[in-house]
């Protein structure tokens, strides 16, 4: 199932903070998240495992809520260049292997001067 | 590091006809991924190879679309015969084991008219 993100899109100014969040109905064992800038490739921002630390640098960083199923990811002090659409990309528990990652429809980031 | 090459760029084509993307992954890399993206949405995993083994492709439409990796190295995804719904980016990625960390190609943008 795909997971939902929210909000759908999001305007800041330059030095604003942002949360985007990613929910899913069942059990998850990772979130990806990644960012694609218009007209370009997805890249790789972070992965959190189920049962794992909170990840990520001093501005952006996420979190993981096994028991909600949900992770959200922190944009501190937005710059310009973190314009762009945020996916979220969840693995579901499966004791057989690994499950195929599905990503949620996206969240536009726009940061203004 | 040489990242994941993709080709062709671009690809107009008629529906009914055949049309075919090839994808090099970066060098060492066991998973490789074949995504859908339409306009506006996040990607959709059409097919993953673990090594030259299909570990997923039940979001492969089977009766048009075709793809394979050969030596477990580069993958060719064919389309035949294209429909309309086909227009889309087909982004190729590659990542060192399943559900790690993955880096896409530029992708290939098709319009079927």
């Known amino acids: 199932q795909q997971p939902v993100q929210s909000p759908q899109a999001v305007i800041l100014r330059e030095g604003e903070d942002a949360v985007i969040n990613c929910s899913s109905s069942?059990?998850?064992?990772?979130v990806h998240w990644y960012r694609q800038k218009h007209g370009e490739a997805p890249v790789f921002l972070m992965i959190?495992?189920?049962?794992?630390e909170q990840k990520g640098h001093e501005k952006i960083s996420a979190s993981f809520n096994e028991k909600k199923q949900q992770s959200s990811l922190y944009l501190t002090a937005s710059q310009l260049s973190y314009s762009g659409t945020y996916f979220c990309?969840?693995?579901?528990?499966?004791?057989?292997?690994?499950?195929?990652?599905?990503f949620g429809k996206g969240t536009k980031l726009t940061v203004n001067p | 590091e040489a990242g994941v090459a993709q080709s062709p760029r671009y690809k107009i084509i008629e529906k009914r006809q055949s049309v075919a993307f090839w994808c090099n992954p970066i060098?060492?890399?066991?998973?490789l991924y074949w995504y859908q993206q339409i306009l506006g949405q996040g990607p959709k995993l059409l097919i993953q190879?673990?090594?030259?083994?299909?570990?997923?492709d039940s979001q492969l439409p089977k009766d048009r679309f075709s793809a394979e990796r050969l030596k477990g190295v580069d993958s060719t995804l064919k389309i035949q015969p294209a429909k309309l719904e086909d227009s889309a980016v087909y982004l190729c990625?590659?990542?060192?084991?399943?559900?790690?960390?993955?880096?896409f190609g530029q992708g290939t943008r098709l319009t079927v008219v």
């Open positions: 069942k059990a998850l064992y990772s």
């Open positions: 060098s060492g890399h066991a998973t």
């Open positions: 990625a590659s990542s060192p084991w399943m559900n790690t960390e993955a880096f």
């Open positions: 990309g969840t693995e579901g528990e499966n004791q057989g292997g690994s499950e195929k990652l599905v």
């Open positions: 190879f673990q090594n030259n083994g299909v570990v997923d």
């Open positions: 959190l495992l189920k049962g794992g």
